[in-house]
């Protein structure tokens, strides 16, 4: 089973719309969740770092994480053409000097 | 805003050949890590680095691969005897002391082995 496990879509929707991405994971000590925007040939850019179970929000974006379930979740509300980019999940593997481990990332384009 | 550089931002290099690739974390930062993505592939890591030592590293990062931190702001990945497998995009990331493991990226170095 792997560690993180992204669906790596794509994922196409219009303008405005709510948009959702998900990560399951297997690994129960995780702690810390991140979500990061990759466009074309660039670095991950982090957007959202979550700590433990419960709900996040800056902006747009809102982080959920379910520990019980070993699944998380990035809401984008009313999304913007630029918001068009992969999406990756990423946990630190704490136990060492927290290398984040990547899910596959997740491609979404939003078209106007 | 603070941001982590690298350079160069291509190279291309023939099988065989040393590379050396550079960062420069951000300045307090004392966690410094090197990835890989090669195209179409996950993000997966390759070495952590902390107090001028290598913390942890995977099976990746075998005898062809060495890091350094040559002085107070650089971070170096140098591989030895490129192969074309090591085609790939490099990712720098740093991060601060602390329990928060926000770990911040560079734009990367596209490396071409041909």
């Known amino acids: 089973q792997k560690e993180v496990e992204q669906d790596p879509g794509p994922l196409s929707v219009p303008e405005g719309a709510i948009v959702s991405l998900n990560c399951t994971y297997s690994n129960s000590a995780f702690q810390y969740f991140m979500w990061y925007r990759q466009y074309s040939r660039k670095g991950p850019e982090l957007l959202m770092y979550t700590y433990s179970s419960g709900n996040k929000e800056d902006g747009r974006f809102t982080a959920q994480v379910d520990k019980s379930s070993k699944y998380i979740s990035l809401f984008i509300r009313d999304s913007q053409p630029s918001d068009s980019a992969t999406y990756l999940c990423?946990?630190?593997?704490?136990?060492?000097?927290?290398?984040?481990?990547f899910g596959a990332g997740t491609r979404l384009a939003v078209h106007p | 805003e603070p941001e982590v550089t690298q350079t160069p931002s291509h190279q291309v290099t023939q099988m065989g050949q040393e590379v050396i690739l550079r960062c420069v974390p951000i300045s307090n930062h004392l966690y410094f890590y090197w990835y890989r993505q090669i195209l179409g592939q996950k993000v997966e890591f390759l070495v952590s680095?902390?107090?001028?030592?290598?913390?942890?590293k995977s099976e990746i990062f075998d005898d062809q691969f060495s890091v350094e931190r040559p002085d107070g702001s650089n971070f170096t990945l140098k591989i030895r005897s490129t192969k074309l497998e090591d085609s790939a995009m490099y990712f720098c990331?740093?991060?601060?002391?602390?329990?928060?493991?926000?770990?911040?990226f560079g734009p990367g170095t596209r490396l071409t082995v041909t």
């Open positions: 680095f902390y107090n001028n030592e290598i913390s942890e």
């Open positions: 990423a946990m630190p593997f704490s136990g060492g000097y927290n290398k984040l481990i």
């Open positions: 990331a740093s991060r601060d002391r602390g329990p928060k493991n926000e770990q911040y």
